[in-house]
Protein backbone atom coordinates (compact mmCIF):
# COMPACT_ATOMS: atom_id res chain seq x y z
CA UNK A 1 0.00 0.00 0.00
CA UNK A 2 1.55 3.46 -1.02
CA UNK A 3 1.10 4.79 2.25
CA UNK A 4 3.08 1.90 4.33
CA UNK A 5 5.62 1.86 1.78
CA UNK A 6 6.22 5.35 1.68
CA UNK A 7 6.13 5.50 5.47
CA UNK A 8 9.26 2.93 5.09
CA UNK A 9 10.75 4.44 2.90
CA UNK A 10 10.52 7.96 5.54
CA UNK A 11 11.93 5.16 8.25
CA UNK A 12 15.09 4.28 6.26
CA UNK A 13 15.83 7.34 5.17
CA UNK A 14 15.52 9.03 8.89
CA UNK A 15 17.58 6.08 10.20
CA UNK A 16 20.46 6.67 8.09
CA UNK A 17 19.84 10.24 8.60
CA UNK A 18 20.65 9.66 11.92
CA UNK A 19 23.26 6.92 11.84
CA UNK A 20 25.38 9.62 9.33
CA UNK A 21 24.81 12.87 11.78
CA UNK A 22 25.83 10.63 15.35
CA UNK A 23 29.04 9.21 12.99
CA UNK A 24 29.76 13.03 12.03
CA UNK A 25 29.57 13.89 15.24
CA UNK A 26 31.69 11.42 16.32
CA UNK A 27 34.36 12.52 14.59
CA UNK A 28 33.46 15.82 15.27
CA UNK A 29 33.84 14.99 19.08
CA UNK A 30 37.14 13.06 18.41
CA UNK A 31 38.65 16.06 16.44
CA UNK A 32 37.80 18.48 18.74
CA UNK A 33 38.98 16.98 21.63
CA UNK A 34 42.63 16.55 20.46
CA UNK A 35 42.09 20.32 19.55
CA UNK A 36 41.69 20.98 22.40
CA UNK A 37 38.60 23.12 21.58
CA UNK A 38 36.08 21.18 22.44
CA UNK A 39 32.94 22.97 24.13
CA UNK A 40 32.09 21.81 28.09
CA UNK A 41 28.30 22.25 26.77
CA UNK A 42 28.45 20.00 24.06
CA UNK A 43 30.58 17.69 25.86
CA UNK A 44 27.83 16.87 28.33
CA UNK A 45 25.40 16.02 25.21
CA UNK A 46 27.43 14.15 23.40
CA UNK A 47 30.49 12.98 25.27
CA UNK A 48 28.45 11.60 28.48
CA UNK A 49 31.27 9.05 29.50
CA UNK A 50 31.76 10.62 33.21
CA UNK A 51 28.53 11.83 34.50
CA UNK A 52 29.76 12.95 37.88
CA UNK A 53 32.29 14.88 35.95
CA UNK A 54 30.04 16.41 33.46
CA UNK A 55 27.02 17.23 36.92
CA UNK A 56 30.07 18.85 38.00
CA UNK A 57 31.02 21.12 35.25
CA UNK A 58 27.29 21.80 34.44
CA UNK A 59 25.99 22.78 37.92
CA UNK A 60 27.39 25.26 40.31
CA UNK A 61 28.23 23.15 43.42
CA UNK A 62 27.48 24.88 47.07
CA UNK A 63 30.90 25.85 47.03
CA UNK A 64 31.39 27.29 43.65
CA UNK A 65 28.30 29.32 43.45
CA UNK A 66 25.97 29.32 46.88
CA UNK A 67 23.14 31.12 45.21
CA UNK A 68 23.30 29.11 41.95
CA UNK A 69 23.09 26.09 44.02
CA UNK A 70 19.85 26.99 46.23
CA UNK A 71 18.41 26.56 43.15
CA UNK A 72 19.24 23.41 42.20
CA UNK A 73 16.93 20.21 42.97
CA UNK A 74 19.55 17.59 42.83
CA UNK A 75 21.60 18.03 45.86
CA UNK A 76 22.99 14.70 46.68
CA UNK A 77 22.65 14.17 50.19
CA UNK A 78 26.02 15.07 51.55
CA UNK A 79 25.72 18.46 49.21
CA UNK A 80 22.26 18.84 51.45
CA UNK A 81 24.04 18.96 54.68
CA UNK A 82 27.04 20.67 54.20
CA UNK A 83 24.20 23.34 51.84
CA UNK A 84 22.53 24.02 54.86
CA UNK A 85 23.54 22.31 58.31
CA UNK A 86 20.59 22.20 60.73
CA UNK A 87 18.21 22.32 57.89
CA UNK A 88 16.64 18.70 59.34
CA UNK A 89 16.82 19.24 63.31
CA UNK A 90 13.13 18.55 63.64
CA UNK A 91 13.58 15.41 61.28
CA UNK A 92 16.48 14.06 63.43
CA UNK A 93 14.43 14.86 66.69
CA UNK A 94 11.62 13.12 65.27
CA UNK A 95 13.75 10.24 64.67
CA UNK A 96 15.07 9.77 67.82
CA UNK A 97 11.34 8.81 69.11
CA UNK A 98 12.40 5.66 67.91
CA UNK A 99 10.51 2.90 65.65
CA UNK A 100 6.61 3.00 65.30
CA UNK A 101 3.83 0.96 63.60
CA UNK A 102 2.65 2.20 60.23
CA UNK A 103 -1.06 1.21 60.52
CA UNK A 104 -3.74 1.96 57.93
CA UNK A 105 -5.58 4.80 59.44
CA UNK A 106 -8.81 5.90 58.99
CA UNK A 107 -8.98 7.17 55.31
CA UNK A 108 -11.99 9.37 55.68
CA UNK A 109 -10.07 11.61 58.10
CA UNK A 110 -10.37 14.97 56.97
CA UNK A 111 -7.32 16.33 54.87
CA UNK A 112 -5.60 12.86 55.41
CA UNK A 113 -3.43 11.24 52.75
CA UNK A 114 -1.95 7.95 52.31
CA UNK A 115 0.59 7.08 50.45
CA UNK A 116 3.73 5.14 49.04
CA UNK A 117 7.41 5.81 47.70
CA UNK A 118 8.80 3.10 45.81
CA UNK A 119 12.49 3.25 44.37
CA UNK A 120 11.84 0.21 42.22
CA UNK A 121 14.72 -1.74 44.40
CA UNK A 122 17.25 0.88 41.95
CA UNK A 123 21.08 1.22 43.22
CA UNK A 124 23.85 3.25 42.36
CA UNK A 125 25.78 1.92 39.47
CA UNK A 126 29.10 0.81 40.49
CA UNK A 127 30.75 3.78 38.72
CA UNK A 128 29.39 7.28 39.08
CA UNK A 129 26.04 8.92 39.98
CA UNK A 130 23.76 7.55 37.77
CA UNK A 131 21.29 4.96 38.75
CA UNK A 132 20.84 2.13 37.37
CA UNK A 133 18.51 -1.05 38.33
CA UNK A 134 19.06 -4.43 39.09
CA UNK A 135 19.24 -5.09 35.24
CA UNK A 136 21.87 -2.22 34.89
CA UNK A 137 19.58 -0.12 32.77
CA UNK A 138 19.07 3.21 33.34
CA UNK A 139 17.37 5.09 36.13
CA UNK A 140 13.32 4.06 36.34
CA UNK A 141 12.11 6.40 38.34
CA UNK A 142 10.93 6.81 41.88
CA UNK A 143 7.35 6.45 41.91
CA UNK A 144 4.76 8.00 44.12
CA UNK A 145 1.59 5.94 44.91
CA UNK A 146 -1.99 7.40 46.09
CA UNK A 147 -3.28 4.51 48.53
CA UNK A 148 -5.72 6.65 50.52
CA UNK A 149 -7.19 10.38 50.43
CA UNK A 150 -9.94 11.55 52.26
CA UNK A 151 -13.77 12.80 50.29
CA UNK A 152 -12.75 16.66 51.03
CA UNK A 153 -14.27 19.04 49.32
CA UNK A 154 -12.83 22.32 50.78
CA UNK A 155 -10.86 24.09 48.26
CA UNK A 156 -8.01 24.68 51.32
CA UNK A 157 -7.51 21.21 51.56
CA UNK A 158 -7.96 19.92 48.00
CA UNK A 159 -5.34 22.98 47.06
CA UNK A 160 -2.66 21.70 49.80
CA UNK A 161 -2.98 18.20 49.55
CA UNK A 162 -2.25 18.89 45.65
CA UNK A 163 0.63 21.04 46.61
CA UNK A 164 2.04 18.42 49.08
CA UNK A 165 1.96 15.53 46.58
CA UNK A 166 3.53 17.61 43.78
CA UNK A 167 6.38 18.81 46.04
CA UNK A 168 6.84 14.88 47.30
CA UNK A 169 6.66 14.20 43.97
CA UNK A 170 9.29 16.59 42.83
CA UNK A 171 11.41 16.16 45.28
CA UNK A 172 11.61 12.14 44.37
CA UNK A 173 12.10 12.51 41.19
CA UNK A 174 15.20 15.18 41.14
CA UNK A 175 17.09 13.04 44.13
CA UNK A 176 20.13 11.63 42.56
CA UNK A 177 20.31 9.57 45.64
CA UNK A 178 18.13 6.09 46.13
CA UNK A 179 15.32 6.46 48.38
CA UNK A 180 14.19 4.32 50.55
CA UNK A 181 10.62 2.42 49.73
CA UNK A 182 8.06 3.41 52.37
CA UNK A 183 4.30 4.11 53.09
CA UNK A 184 3.54 7.47 54.39
CA UNK A 185 0.76 9.66 55.56
CA UNK A 186 0.21 13.37 56.17
CA UNK A 187 -2.75 15.54 57.44
CA UNK A 188 -3.32 19.01 55.86
CA UNK A 189 -5.62 20.32 59.29
CA UNK A 190 -4.32 20.96 62.24
CA UNK A 191 -5.10 17.93 64.16
CA UNK A 192 -2.89 15.38 62.65
CA UNK A 193 -3.33 12.07 63.26
CA UNK A 194 -0.63 10.13 65.36
CA UNK A 195 2.24 8.76 63.00
CA UNK A 196 2.17 11.49 60.11
CA UNK A 197 3.61 14.06 58.47
CA UNK A 198 1.96 17.94 59.02
CA UNK A 199 2.47 21.26 59.37
CA UNK A 200 2.81 21.81 62.91
CA UNK A 201 3.23 20.40 65.67
CA UNK A 202 3.44 21.52 69.65
CA UNK A 203 6.56 23.44 70.29
CA UNK A 204 6.65 21.24 73.64
CA UNK A 205 7.30 17.50 74.31
CA UNK A 206 3.85 15.66 73.21
CA UNK A 207 3.26 11.84 72.61
CA UNK A 208 2.23 12.78 68.85
CA UNK A 209 4.26 11.18 66.66
CA UNK A 210 4.70 14.20 64.34
CA UNK A 211 7.10 14.48 61.82
CA UNK A 212 6.90 18.61 60.10
CA UNK A 213 6.67 18.84 56.39
CA UNK A 214 7.26 21.77 53.86
CA UNK A 215 4.40 24.09 54.03
CA UNK A 216 2.33 23.91 51.44
CA UNK A 217 3.19 27.45 49.53
CA UNK A 218 6.84 26.29 48.91
CA UNK A 219 4.74 24.69 45.97
CA UNK A 220 2.46 27.68 45.39
CA UNK A 221 -0.68 29.49 47.10
CA UNK A 222 -3.43 30.82 45.99
CA UNK A 223 -4.81 33.26 48.53
CA UNK A 224 -7.99 36.00 48.26
CA UNK A 225 -8.39 36.91 44.51
CA UNK A 226 -4.98 37.24 43.98
CA UNK A 227 -2.00 34.09 43.53
CA UNK A 228 1.30 34.11 45.74
CA UNK A 229 2.65 31.88 43.79
CA UNK A 230 5.58 29.59 44.28
CA UNK A 231 8.15 30.76 47.20
CA UNK A 232 10.37 31.42 44.95
CA UNK A 233 8.48 34.12 43.10
CA UNK A 234 7.34 35.55 46.44
CA UNK A 235 11.26 35.67 47.19
CA UNK A 236 11.89 37.58 43.72
CA UNK A 237 9.21 39.97 44.86
CA UNK A 238 10.34 40.68 48.47
CA UNK A 239 14.23 40.81 47.10
CA UNK A 240 12.98 43.50 44.66
CA UNK A 241 10.90 45.31 47.89
CA UNK A 242 14.29 44.92 49.97
CA UNK A 243 16.66 46.31 47.21
CA UNK A 244 14.27 49.86 47.25
CA UNK A 245 13.62 50.15 50.62
CA UNK A 246 16.79 50.67 52.57
CA UNK A 247 15.90 49.59 56.40
CA UNK A 248 16.17 54.12 56.95
CA UNK A 249 13.78 54.43 54.31
CA UNK A 250 11.21 51.72 55.87
CA UNK A 251 8.20 52.38 57.92
CA UNK A 252 8.59 52.82 61.80
CA UNK A 253 5.06 51.40 62.29
CA UNK A 254 4.62 47.50 63.50
CA UNK A 255 2.61 46.38 60.86
CA UNK A 256 -0.33 43.23 61.11
CA UNK A 257 -3.52 42.50 58.95
CA UNK A 258 -5.48 39.44 60.05
CA UNK A 259 -8.83 38.19 60.92
CA UNK A 260 -9.37 38.54 64.68
CA UNK A 261 -11.49 35.73 65.90
CA UNK A 262 -8.89 33.11 64.40
CA UNK A 263 -7.39 32.46 67.44
CA UNK A 264 -4.40 29.86 68.78
CA UNK A 265 -6.03 27.39 71.52
CA UNK A 266 -2.74 28.42 73.89
CA UNK A 267 -4.16 31.81 73.04
CA UNK A 268 -7.68 32.42 72.72
CA UNK A 269 -7.81 36.62 73.41
CA UNK A 270 -4.06 36.82 71.23
CA UNK A 271 -5.47 38.95 68.20
CA UNK A 272 -7.95 41.02 69.96
CA UNK A 273 -5.74 41.63 72.76
CA UNK A 274 -3.06 42.93 69.58
CA UNK A 275 -6.00 44.56 68.48
CA UNK A 276 -6.40 46.22 71.74
CA UNK A 277 -2.98 47.13 72.96
CA UNK A 278 -2.18 48.80 69.15
CA UNK A 279 -5.45 50.66 68.99
CA UNK A 280 -4.73 54.47 68.10
CA UNK A 281 -1.40 54.13 68.67
CA UNK A 282 1.00 56.21 66.38
CA UNK A 283 3.85 53.24 65.99
CA UNK A 284 1.63 51.16 64.89
CA UNK A 285 -0.41 49.96 61.56
CA UNK A 286 -2.37 47.05 63.08
CA UNK A 287 -5.69 46.24 61.52
CA UNK A 288 -8.22 43.81 61.46
CA UNK A 289 -8.10 42.48 57.74
CA UNK A 290 -11.18 43.97 55.04
CA UNK A 291 -10.87 41.86 51.94
CA UNK A 292 -13.13 44.37 50.04
CA UNK A 293 -12.38 46.53 47.27
CA UNK A 294 -10.51 49.63 48.82
CA UNK A 295 -9.65 47.59 51.94
CA UNK A 296 -6.77 47.39 53.88
CA UNK A 297 -4.96 44.39 52.36
CA UNK A 298 -1.08 43.96 51.91
CA UNK A 299 0.49 42.24 49.84
CA UNK A 300 2.67 39.95 51.56
CA UNK A 301 6.03 41.67 49.96
CA UNK A 302 5.08 44.88 51.24
CA UNK A 303 5.24 43.74 54.96
CA UNK A 304 8.63 43.86 54.64
CA UNK A 305 8.45 48.06 53.98
CA UNK A 306 8.10 47.95 57.70
CA UNK A 307 10.80 47.79 59.92
CA UNK A 308 8.60 46.03 62.54
CA UNK A 309 6.62 43.17 61.64
CA UNK A 310 3.99 41.05 63.79
CA UNK A 311 3.08 37.38 63.62
CA UNK A 312 0.69 36.05 64.72
CA UNK A 313 -0.48 31.97 65.03
CA UNK A 314 -3.49 30.69 63.67
CA UNK A 315 -5.43 27.98 65.56
CA UNK A 316 -1.78 26.27 65.56
CA UNK A 317 -0.16 27.65 63.51
CA UNK A 318 0.11 30.30 60.25
CA UNK A 319 0.73 30.13 57.11
CA UNK A 320 2.52 33.64 56.37
CA UNK A 321 5.90 33.00 58.88
CA UNK A 322 8.23 31.85 56.16
CA UNK A 323 7.48 34.72 53.83
CA UNK A 324 7.72 37.21 57.19
CA UNK A 325 11.11 35.70 57.93
CA UNK A 326 12.18 36.47 54.28
CA UNK A 327 11.96 40.17 55.37
CA UNK A 328 14.84 42.14 56.72
CA UNK A 329 12.62 43.17 59.06
CA UNK A 330 12.31 42.31 62.69
CA UNK A 331 9.87 39.82 63.37
CA UNK A 332 7.56 40.09 66.42
CA UNK A 333 5.45 37.50 68.00
CA UNK A 334 4.19 35.93 71.37
CA UNK A 335 6.05 32.67 72.28
CA UNK A 336 5.20 30.34 69.69
CA UNK A 337 2.86 27.72 70.86
CA UNK A 338 3.74 25.61 67.37
CA UNK A 339 6.57 24.98 65.73
CA UNK A 340 6.94 24.38 61.69
CA UNK A 341 9.56 23.61 59.66
CA UNK A 342 10.81 27.11 58.72
CA UNK A 343 9.59 28.25 62.52
CA UNK A 344 12.89 25.94 63.47
CA UNK A 345 15.17 28.67 62.13
CA UNK A 346 13.89 31.07 64.26
CA UNK A 347 16.40 32.14 67.36
CA UNK A 348 14.25 34.64 69.67
CA UNK A 349 14.87 36.57 72.71
CA UNK A 350 12.35 37.52 75.14
CA UNK A 351 10.87 41.39 75.34
CA UNK A 352 12.60 41.62 78.88
CA UNK A 353 15.69 39.85 78.18
CA UNK A 354 16.26 42.24 75.09
CA UNK A 355 15.29 45.26 76.66
CA UNK A 356 17.50 44.70 79.92
CA UNK A 357 20.61 44.13 77.85
CA UNK A 358 19.86 47.53 76.54
CA UNK A 359 20.02 48.75 79.68
CA UNK A 360 23.41 47.63 79.98
CA UNK A 361 22.45 45.89 83.41
CA UNK A 362 23.52 42.40 84.12
CA UNK A 363 20.93 40.39 82.64
CA UNK A 364 22.21 36.92 83.89
CA UNK A 365 19.40 36.71 86.36
CA UNK A 366 16.39 38.33 84.27
CA UNK A 367 17.06 35.39 82.09
CA UNK A 368 17.01 32.48 84.61
CA UNK A 369 13.50 32.49 84.24
CA UNK A 370 12.31 34.12 81.22
CA UNK A 371 10.06 31.43 80.16
CA UNK A 372 7.02 33.36 80.12
CA UNK A 373 4.93 30.48 80.81
CA UNK A 374 6.80 27.80 82.99
CA UNK A 375 4.17 25.14 82.28
CA UNK A 376 5.30 24.58 79.01
CA UNK A 377 8.97 24.16 78.75
CA UNK A 378 9.42 25.04 74.73
CA UNK A 379 11.67 22.87 72.47
CA UNK A 380 12.78 26.26 70.64
CA UNK A 381 14.96 27.46 72.61
CA UNK A 382 15.00 30.95 73.19
CA UNK A 383 18.68 33.24 72.80
CA UNK A 384 20.07 35.57 75.83
CA UNK A 385 22.25 37.66 73.76
CA UNK A 386 20.14 40.38 70.73
CA UNK A 387 23.22 39.88 68.37
CA UNK A 388 21.90 36.44 67.94
CA UNK A 389 18.69 36.93 67.80
CA UNK A 390 16.43 36.98 64.90
CA UNK A 391 12.80 37.45 66.64
CA UNK A 392 11.70 38.99 69.61
CA UNK A 393 8.65 37.55 71.66
CA UNK A 394 6.60 39.62 73.71
CA UNK A 395 3.79 38.78 75.98
CA UNK A 396 0.77 37.13 74.21
CA UNK A 397 -0.96 40.11 75.77
CA UNK A 398 1.54 42.72 73.89
CA UNK A 399 0.82 44.93 76.51
CA UNK A 400 4.48 45.59 76.24
CA UNK A 401 4.86 45.73 72.52
CA UNK A 402 5.00 49.67 73.16
CA UNK A 403 7.90 49.92 75.01
CA UNK A 404 9.94 47.02 72.82
CA UNK A 405 8.81 49.33 70.03
CA UNK A 406 10.03 52.38 71.48
CA UNK A 407 12.94 50.31 72.42
CA UNK A 408 13.95 49.54 69.03
CA UNK A 409 13.82 52.62 67.73
CA UNK A 410 16.28 54.06 70.26
CA UNK A 411 18.39 51.36 69.51
CA UNK A 412 18.23 51.25 65.88
CA UNK A 413 21.69 49.23 65.74
CA UNK A 414 19.59 46.78 67.62
CA UNK A 415 16.78 46.11 65.40
CA UNK A 416 18.76 46.29 62.32
CA UNK A 417 21.35 43.58 63.71
CA UNK A 418 17.77 41.28 64.80
CA UNK A 419 16.54 42.09 61.28
CA UNK A 420 19.64 41.38 58.81
CA UNK A 421 19.93 37.67 61.15
CA UNK A 422 16.22 36.61 59.98
CA UNK A 423 17.04 37.60 56.20
CA UNK A 424 20.65 36.36 56.60
CA UNK A 425 19.52 33.07 57.41
CA UNK A 426 16.38 32.06 55.82
CA UNK A 427 17.27 34.01 52.49
CA UNK A 428 20.74 34.82 52.07
CA UNK A 429 21.72 31.25 53.41
CA UNK A 430 19.41 29.47 51.35
CA UNK A 431 16.50 27.84 53.92
CA UNK A 432 13.95 29.09 52.04
CA UNK A 433 15.43 27.88 48.66
CA UNK A 434 14.25 25.30 46.09
CA UNK A 435 17.09 23.31 46.90
CA UNK A 436 16.39 23.39 50.74
CA UNK A 437 12.93 22.38 49.86
CA UNK A 438 14.25 19.15 48.08
CA UNK A 439 17.11 18.24 50.63
CA UNK A 440 14.50 18.51 53.29
CA UNK A 441 11.72 16.49 51.67
CA UNK A 442 14.78 13.51 50.82
CA UNK A 443 15.48 14.08 54.61
CA UNK A 444 11.97 13.27 55.83
CA UNK A 445 11.65 10.44 53.53
CA UNK A 446 15.01 8.80 54.40
CA UNK A 447 14.53 9.12 58.24
CA UNK A 448 11.08 8.71 58.35
CA UNK A 449 12.10 5.09 56.27
CA UNK A 450 14.00 4.29 58.63
CA UNK A 451 12.05 4.28 61.78
CA UNK A 452 8.32 3.26 60.30
CA UNK A 453 7.53 -0.27 60.24
CA UNK A 454 4.80 -0.49 57.65
CA UNK A 455 2.21 -3.24 58.85
CA UNK A 456 1.26 -6.38 57.23
CA UNK A 457 -2.03 -5.08 57.26
CA UNK A 458 -1.88 -2.82 54.03
CA UNK A 459 -1.35 -6.46 52.40
CA UNK A 460 -1.50 -6.29 48.46
CA UNK A 461 -2.43 -2.88 48.23
CA UNK A 462 -0.60 -0.61 46.02
CA UNK A 463 -2.37 2.17 45.56
CA UNK A 464 -2.61 4.23 42.36
CA UNK A 465 0.10 6.17 40.69
CA UNK A 466 0.01 9.83 41.02
CA UNK A 467 -0.14 10.68 37.69
CA UNK A 468 -3.25 9.07 37.14
CA UNK A 469 -4.62 10.26 40.53
CA UNK A 470 -4.11 14.10 39.95
CA UNK A 471 -5.34 13.69 36.88
CA UNK A 472 -8.64 12.14 37.58
CA UNK A 473 -8.68 15.08 40.59
CA UNK A 474 -8.67 17.82 38.03
CA UNK A 475 -11.31 15.95 36.02
CA UNK A 476 -13.61 15.68 38.61
CA UNK A 477 -13.50 19.34 39.47
CA UNK A 478 -13.98 17.32 43.48
CA UNK A 479 -12.42 15.32 45.60
CA UNK A 480 -13.53 11.99 45.20
CA UNK A 481 -12.96 8.76 47.72
CA UNK A 482 -9.89 6.91 47.27
CA UNK A 483 -9.18 3.93 49.29
CA UNK A 484 -8.43 0.59 49.92
CA UNK A 485 -7.12 -2.05 47.39
CA UNK A 486 -7.15 -0.49 43.67
CA UNK A 487 -4.50 -2.79 41.68
CA UNK A 488 -2.52 -5.58 42.22
CA UNK A 489 0.96 -4.69 41.49
CA UNK A 490 1.76 -5.67 37.74
CA UNK A 491 4.90 -8.16 37.93
CA UNK A 492 6.66 -9.08 41.30
CA UNK A 493 10.22 -7.61 41.72
CA UNK A 494 12.59 -9.22 42.54
CA UNK A 495 15.27 -7.65 45.14
CA UNK A 496 18.88 -7.04 44.05
CA UNK A 497 21.34 -9.28 45.22
C1 LIG B 1 34.74 10.83 37.10
O1 LIG B 1 35.14 12.10 37.51
C2 LIG B 1 35.32 12.26 38.90
C3 LIG B 1 35.59 13.72 39.18
O2 LIG B 1 36.55 14.25 38.32
C4 LIG B 1 36.45 11.33 39.35
O3 LIG B 1 36.62 11.45 40.76
C5 LIG B 1 36.09 9.91 39.00
O4 LIG B 1 37.14 9.05 39.35
C6 LIG B 1 35.77 9.78 37.51
N1 LIG B 1 35.25 8.45 37.26
C7 LIG B 1 35.66 7.71 36.21
C8 LIG B 1 35.00 6.37 36.07
O5 LIG B 1 36.51 8.09 35.43
C1 LIG C 1 -2.06 -2.23 63.89
O1 LIG C 1 -2.64 -3.30 63.21
C2 LIG C 1 -2.42 -4.55 63.79
C3 LIG C 1 -2.90 -5.60 62.84
O2 LIG C 1 -4.17 -5.29 62.36
C4 LIG C 1 -3.07 -4.60 65.15
O3 LIG C 1 -2.85 -5.84 65.75
C5 LIG C 1 -2.48 -3.50 66.01
O4 LIG C 1 -3.14 -3.43 67.26
C6 LIG C 1 -2.56 -2.16 65.33
N1 LIG C 1 -1.76 -1.22 66.07
C7 LIG C 1 -2.14 0.00 66.33
C8 LIG C 1 -1.16 0.84 67.09
O5 LIG C 1 -3.20 0.45 65.95
C1 LIG D 1 1.54 7.68 68.84
O1 LIG D 1 2.21 6.57 68.34
C2 LIG D 1 3.36 6.23 69.09
C3 LIG D 1 4.08 5.12 68.36
O2 LIG D 1 3.21 4.19 67.80
C4 LIG D 1 2.93 5.83 70.50
O3 LIG D 1 4.07 5.53 71.28
C5 LIG D 1 2.17 6.99 71.12
O4 LIG D 1 1.68 6.63 72.39
C6 LIG D 1 1.03 7.42 70.24
N1 LIG D 1 0.46 8.63 70.78
C7 LIG D 1 -0.84 8.83 70.88
C8 LIG D 1 -1.27 10.15 71.43
O5 LIG D 1 -1.66 7.99 70.53
C1 LIG E 1 13.40 30.10 88.44
O1 LIG E 1 12.24 29.33 88.54
C2 LIG E 1 12.41 28.09 89.21
C3 LIG E 1 11.09 27.29 89.11
O2 LIG E 1 9.98 28.11 89.13
C4 LIG E 1 12.84 28.37 90.66
O3 LIG E 1 13.04 27.14 91.34
C5 LIG E 1 14.14 29.16 90.62
O4 LIG E 1 14.52 29.49 91.97
C6 LIG E 1 13.99 30.43 89.82
N1 LIG E 1 15.28 31.08 89.65
C7 LIG E 1 15.47 32.39 89.82
C8 LIG E 1 16.89 32.86 89.64
O5 LIG E 1 14.58 33.14 90.09
Redesign the pocket.
Known sequence: MPFNSRHLHRTTLLGFTITAFLAIAFLFNEKNVQAGLFDQALAGQIALTNISESRSKKYPTPDSNPEAAYKRLDLAEKECTDTFPDLTRDIIEASQ?GE??LNKSDPDYKGFVQGRINDNHVRRSAHGNSLQNCLGILTESVKLYILSTAPDFTPEIIHQRTAILHQIHRAILTSPNPLPDTHFAFVINDNPR??SWAFSRPNKVS???TWLMPLFGFWSWKSHSTGLGTMEEVLDRIRSVEDSTPWEKKSNKVVWRGTPWFNPLGYQHLRQDLLKATKEQPWADVQALNKDAGGNLLSIEDFCKHKYVIYTEGVTYSGRLPYHQACKSVLITAPLTHLTHTAWWMRPITAKTLMASGAQKHTDEANANQTMHSHFKPLLPTVLDWKQANAIYVDPSFTDLGSVISFLEQNPHIAKTISRNQREVLVMRGYLSPGAESCYWRALIRAWAGQAIISDEWGEDVGIRFEEWITREILHGKSERLRGKIELERSARQPCR
Open positions: RFLNNSHN
